[in-house]
């Protein structure tokens, strides 16, 4: 489904970000990207969505070396419309990802943008707040809503779209212990290939059944969950800790 | 400063649940009332600077859409309680440059530079208010979608909206930097101007930060350049007669003395 064919990246010449990185995931996989700040894993998300290299042209001095493929099409900006259309982003800071005034008129944007009858899209919005058990977001207001709700109407926003992978950005940040469980509880219950960025590994183990631990901008490690967040040296050599509930 | 400030995002966001009522008058397409308010403020200013009964009728308009729609009056003055205090400063003038006699009453007479005055108030309070009618009883997408509708360029409608809608991250940036200094600073009224320079050139730096994740979010939620209100919801008959009606009132109130027949009829 998704393939980083030894991918070299850097913003501005002689800063680079990624160094020869290769991995593939497979469809209906759940892959957790971790690593510590400045690791690389944004930019792999951004290269993977078209918002950093290739796919956006290379913008602002920034070179790509490597391929990156999503469901074998290339990510460069002829087939960038295309791409978007089967990846779901959900961004870390939701404040950022929800514009519209309601839930709802948020739900139908990327809808509507996509040529969808209005009618159809409201169906389809319902229908996905119903599978994640938020029906009461549907007419709320995006500025009135809690952080643990927002995060859920902007998991909905992005489900609505129907994405064959979805991405998440830091899904657990700064959520307290019950809405952490319930989004977790949500990705889990969710039947597509997801890929998740995060320092919560105690959530990562939750919810991947695969980790790539990227180091310095390469790939420091790819296995099971189990094996890698089990892994207290190699954690620590590369900035990481062992997930709370194996440090006891 | 910082209690202005989240007063100011609270206005914004009191407009939008404004403008999702579910009136009559929210009802009807963007596209006619926009043409009615358009009509009604060209109406209301091209009036004779002394007509002041002939433009007391066109008061009717703001208080049908006041009664239908549901909004109080008290909000709409609290909303413009910054633009009308300039709408009533332009014709204060009028009184000193205008001082030839019109009538008297008693022994006051009243000069036609205080009539002048009179209808010039008349017309920028009318014609706010109808502004503020059409926004509060329109989302700004819909307004949009008219705007577009009538081929106010793409580029010109989109800034339009999206500086709406960017109002308020670039206020609440403001906001959460103005709460970070204040703490600071305790016992300081504002910011001292040695820091202004840093505060804007931070408070532009985050924004961008911000509008750019927004951007992105938009993009990757197959946004184009021109928003899917463009196509906008079909009008209707009931629009149609709606726009006309008005429009016909307005022209009729522009041609004949509604206040003076209407006050004759009921002096009968």
Redesign the interface.
Known sequence: MIQFENVSFEYEKGKTVLSGISFSIGEGETVGLIGANGAGKSTVMKLL?G?AGPGAGNAGGSRTEGRILVDGLEVIPRNL?AI??K???V?Q?S???M?M??VLEDML??L???GMSRQEALQRADSVLRELGQENLRDL?N?KISGGEKRMAAVA?VLA?DPEVLLMDEPTSALDPYNRRIIIDTIRKLPRTKIITSHDLDMIYDTCSRVILLSGGKVAADGSAEEILRDKELLESNRMELPLRFQR | MSQNIERSIRDL?EM??LS?GNSAIHTVSAGAKLLVTVVYILTVVSFDKYRVSGLLFMIFYPAVLFAVSGIPVSTCLYKLRFVLPLALAVGIFNPILDRQPAFSIGSFTVTAGMISMLTLMMKGVFSLMASFLLVATT?IEALCGALRKIHVPSMFVTLLLLTY?YAAVLA?EANVMTQAYSLRAPGQKGIHYSAWGSFLGQLLLRSMD?AE??Y?????????GEF?YAQGRKSSASDFLYAVLWCALFVAARCLNLTQILGSAVMR
Do not use: I, K
């Not at chain 2, 992105?216 to 184009?224: A, F, I, N, P, V």
């Open positions: 969505l918002l419309a978007r259309r990846l779901g982003f961004l800071n404040d950022n990802q514009f005034p309601t944007f990327g509507l943008n996509y207001y500025h926003t779209m | 966001r939008d649940a999702s989302r809608r609440e911000r994740e927004l992105s979010s938009m993009l990757l939620r197959g946004y184009h899917y």
